[in-house]
C-alpha cells in the first residue's frame, strides 16, 4: 500500500494538462469588457498587466474595471456593460463563485458571451461560453506532494487560506488534502485565512506563532505567494529560520517569491500562469465565430524549488 501511495505522487507530479486547440483570430476591433476582481497580489497585478498588453497587441478595446474584491462592483460593470451594448464579449474574473446566475443570464440573452477565467462560477455552463483557468485542484495536489516527499510524509502543517468562497482557495484546499489524507503522519493543525494578502498573512502567522508551539509546526501551505511572504516575515521576527525551522510551499510563482527562493527562505511554489488573457480572447473569438468550446480551458503550471529552474521553462 505504502508503494502505491508513492506511485500516486509521482503520477501529480508529472502530470501535465494538454492545451485546447483553437482557430487563431487576433480579434481586432472588437470591444470586449474585462471586469478583475482587484489587485490583492502582485499575481493579480501581473494578470492585469497581461491580459491589457495582450490586448493591445491584437487591436482589441479594452474595456478595464477593477472590482476591488467586491462582488456587487462586478456585477454593476457586467451590468453596464449590458446595458450600454458596446461590448462583444466579457470575460470575468469572479471574486468568488455563487451569486452569478442573474447577471450571466441578462449577457446571454443579450448576445453577449462571456468567458470566465482564473477562478470558477456555480452558475449553469449554459450561461457562459467557456473557463480558462488554471486546475487549482492540481495546484493543491502538487503542493501536497512536494511537501510529502520533503517530509517523508511526517508533518504538522499550518495553512493560510485565500479568501474563502472563491474556488481558488476552496479548490487548492481541496486537493492539497487529497494527498496529504493518504499519509496518516500528515495533519493540518491550523487553518485560517489571510485573503491572499501578504499583509493578512503575516498577521495571521504571527498570531498562530503566539498561540502554537513552533516546535510543533513542520510546514506552512499558503494558497498564494504574497501570503507566504507574510509568513516568512512572522517567522523571521519570531526568531525562526523560515524553510528550515518550518517549510513553506505556496501557488502563483510570483517574481518576489524567486527572490525568496534564492536567499532561502521559500522552499517550493506552484505555479499559475498569468497569461490567461491570450486563452480568453481566443475562446471568445472562436465562439463569436461559431466554434464550439468545451466548458474548461486549462492552463498549465508545474512546481518550482529554484529561479534557475522557472527560468528555463521560460525562455
Known amino acids: 500500500m505504502r508503494n502505491i501511495k508513492w506511485i500516486v505522487l509521482v503520477v501529480i507530479v508529472l502530470s501535465l494538462i494538454a492545451p485546447v486547440a483553437m482557430a487563431q483570430d487576433s480579434g481586432e476591433g472588437l470591444t470586449i469588457g474585462f471586469s478583475q476582481i482587484g489587485s490583492e497580489s502582485a499575481w493579480r497585478t501581473s494578470f492585469t498587466n497581461a491580459v491589457k498588453a495582450e490586448a493591445e497587441a491584437r487591436g482589441i478595446n479594452l474595456l478595464f474595471s477593477d472590482a476591488q474584491q467586491e ?37 446571454r440573452d443579450a448576445g453577449i458571451p462571456v468567458v470566465i477565467v482564473d477562478r470558477n462560477v456555480d452558475s449553469p455552463d449554459d450561461l457562459y461560453v467557456t473557463r480558462v ?26 495553512e493560510l487560506y485565500g479568501t474563502v468562497g472563491s474556488a481558488a482557495a476552496e479548490d487548492r484546499a481541496k486537493g492539497f488534502r487529497e494527498v496529504i489524507g493518504m499519509f496518516s503522519g500528515m495533519n493540518i493543525i491550523v487553518s485560517e485565512t489571510g485573503n491572499f494578502v501578504r499583509t493578512e498573512g503575516k498577521q495571521v502567522m504571527e498570531s498562530i506563532l503566539s498561540s502554537e508551539d513552533p516546535a510543533n509546526i513542520c510546514a506552512v501551505f499558503a494558497h498564494n505567494d504574497d501570503m507566504a511572504i507574510g509568513a516568512v516575515e512572522a517567522i523571521k521576527e519570531a526568531g525562526l529560520v523560515p524553510a528550515q525551522d518550518i517549510l513553506i510551499v505556496s501557488v502563483d510563482a510570483i517574481p518576489d517569491i524567486f527572490d525568496s527562493l534564492d536567499a532561502g527562505e ?45 527560468d528555463a521553462d521560460h525562455q
Open 133 to 158: 483557468s488554471s486546475d487549482f485542484v492540481h495546484e493543491g495536489r502538487l503542493a501536497a506532494a512536494w511537501l510529502v516527499q520533503a517530509t517523508s510524509g511526517q508533518c504538522n502543517i499550518v
Open 71 to 107: 462582488q456587487e462592483n462586478q456585477i454593476a460593470a457586467m451590468q453596464a456593460w449590458i446595458a450600454q451594448g458596446d461590448v462583444d464579449a466579457i470575460i470575468l474574473a469572479p471574486v468568488v463563485v455563487s451569486g452569478w446566475d442573474v447577471v450571466l443570464e441578462e449577457a
Open 266 to 310: 521559500v522552499n517550493a511554489t506552484v505555479e499559475l500562469s498569468p497569461f490567461m488573457g491570450g486563452p480568453a480572447f481566443d475562446a471568445a473569438i472562436a465562439y463569436l465565430n461559431g466554434e464550439e468550446l468545451p466548458k474548461w480551458i486549462p492552463v498549465a503550471g508545474k512546481l518550482y524549488t529554484s529561479r534557475a529552474a522557472y
